[in-house]
């Protein structure tokens, strides 16, 4: 059973720095410590980019034009996720990999997590909603931020229509924990509790049957 939702968010770690010595045009820090990066300008420049193609997609969303902001959520990501290949391969050619500020870390993730999370709203306005792609958006989401509400709840209905009514419970429980007036969580817990049951009766028939 998935349990992704209880995963704790991991606190952002953020650098010590000792004062900084000026003397002499010497810009080192008391101790050799290091002084915060600076912005790399083509990693900052793929960072706004993405963002930017974020915005598009919330606009396009607005608009109710779902296709195109599925489109621009998809480019935001691949735009990041080159970010992320970029550092991988300088670390494993012997490099220090991407240098990201943690300003850059926060803006990163933030971005990612809203991408999936729109793309999910995207997902559940289709004709035919692709509630595999909706229940792995989801589960990205609450990676990185398990007290997200709409995404343990969607979370729920993807594994509701996809037959698993044991973690759609766990997960339409959960949401109910954070917001237990919110009639369409309520609605979908009645729903798949009514299927459960059923799937029961027809469980001990099939065992009468069997054993005569």
Not at 72 to 79: E, G, I, N, P, S
Not at 113 to 134: G, P
Not at 164 to 188: F, H, I, M, Q, W
Request: hydrophobic fraction near 30%.
């Amino acid at each position: 059973m998935h349990r992704t939702y209880i995963q704790r968010e991991q606190p952002l770690g953020y650098p010590q720095h000792g004062p900084a010595v000026r003397a002499m045009g010497d810009q080192s820090s008391v101790g050799g410590g290091r002084q915060p990066a600076a912005p790399e300008p083509e990693v900052e420049a793929r960072i706004q980019k993405a963002v930017e193609f974020k915005t598009e997609g919330n606009r396009c969303y607005k608009d109710k034009k779902f296709r195109d902001a599925i489109g621009k959520y998809h480019r935001a990501l691949l735009v990041l996720k080159g970010v992320h290949e970029d550092g991988e391969e300088r670390k494993a050619n012997g490099g220090a990999g991407t240098r990201l500020t943690e300003a850059q870390k926060v803006r990163v993730e933030a971005t990612e997590i809203e991408c999936y999370d729109s793309l999910t709203a995207c997902l559940l306005q289709s004709e035919l909603v692709n509630y595999e792609r909706v229940k792995e958006y989801c589960l990205k989401v609450l990676e990185k931020q398990n007290s997200n509400f709409k995404a343990t709840y969607r979370a729920g209905i993807a594994f509701y229509h996809l037959g698993d009514y044991g973690n759609a419970l766990l997960y339409l429980k959960e949401a109910r924990s954070r917001e237990p007036t919110d009639t369409n969580v309520l609605r979908y817990i009645q729903l798949t509790e009514m299927k459960v049951q059923r799937s029961c009766q027809r469980e001990r028939k099939s065992f009468k049957e069997v054993i005569g």
